[in-house]
Nanobody, 120 residues
Framework: QVQLVESGGGLVQPGGSLRLSCAAS????????MGWYRQAPGKRRELVAT???????NYADAVKGRFTISRDNAKNTVYLQMNSLKPEDTAVYYC??????????????WGQGTQVTVSS
């Protein structure tokens, strides 16, 4: 089955950097858009950044200029480089991908979530 596996979360000090990775595996025919979302305590899940299969990107205003989303289509992997991290960035980050399965209907898949904590 198709699954998304995230890695790279952790604890960093304000101003630090982290790079998140999310690899899709399974019976994949193709992947359309991929993205990152986050959910902080007491808040709704919100979009962080998205990237299309062609490389077009979109960022939330709160992370523009600090975060960079990229993807490696050969590896079915999406990355989120996070620089100049702020305490407000603390959240569980979720990878998302719309995937055309080789054996099933296309579906919107989610990773398991990875905790990012920015604290001094």
């Amino acid at each position: 089955q198709v699954q998304l596996v995230e890695s790279g979360g952790g604890l960093v000090q304000p101003g630090g950097s982290l790079r998140l990775s999310c690899a899709a595996s399974g019976s994949i025919f193709s992947i359309n858009a991929m993205g990152w979302y986050r959910q902080a305590p007491g808040k709704r899940r919100e979009l962080v950044a998205t990237i299309t299969s062609g490389g077009s990107t979109n960022y939330a205003d709160a992370v523009k200029g600090r975060f960079t989303i990229s993807r490696d289509n050969a590896k079915n992997t999406v990355y989120l480089q996070m620089n100049s991290l702020k305490p407000e960035d603390t959240a569980v980050y979720y990878c998302n991908a719309f995937i055309y399965s080789r054996y099933s209907v296309p579906n919107d898949y989610w990773g398991q979530g990875t905790q990012v904590t920015v604290s001094s």
